[in-house]
């Protein structure tokens, strides 16, 4: 009902950056909480960070401030940049959204995931 396509993966060098982003687009209402989430090969999904529709954020202590999410909420997009790069940040990453849509329902919406590879 309410697609999320993130953009703005692919292959960087170890301690390159990249910056993710993630639009919602279709009939929405009101979009609350927005995430970022990554799956490295053979791995669970964890978390990377969050932010509310009020601008307060949350992010995975194993990231050591490497990482910065924010969001433009007249654009229904949140990012995520990334910098100093490491391999173990290889990953799929994808977007998150708690919002509700035109209709009223209020659910978590997810994207199909874009790919990051570290590697020299």
């Known amino acids: 009902q309410v697609p999320l396509v993130e953009s703005g993966g692919g292959l960087v060098q170890p301690g390159g950056s990249l910056r993710l982003s993630c639009t919602a687009s279709g009939s929405i209402f009101s979009i609350y909480d927005m995430g970022w989430y990554r799956q490295p090969p053979g791995k669970q999904r964890e978390l990377v960070a969050t932010?509310?529709?009020?601008?307060?954020?949350n992010y995975a202590d194993s990231l050591k401030g490497r990482f910065t999410i924010s969001r433009d909420n007249a654009k229904n997009t949140v990012y995520l940049q990334m910098n100093s790069l490491k391999p173990e940040d290889t990953a799929v990453y994808y977007c998150n959204a708690h919002l509700m849509s035109g209709d009223l329902s209020m659910r978590d919406y997810w994207g199909k995931g874009t790919l990051v590879a570290v590697s020299s």
């Open positions: 932010i509310t529709n009020g601008g307060s954020t």
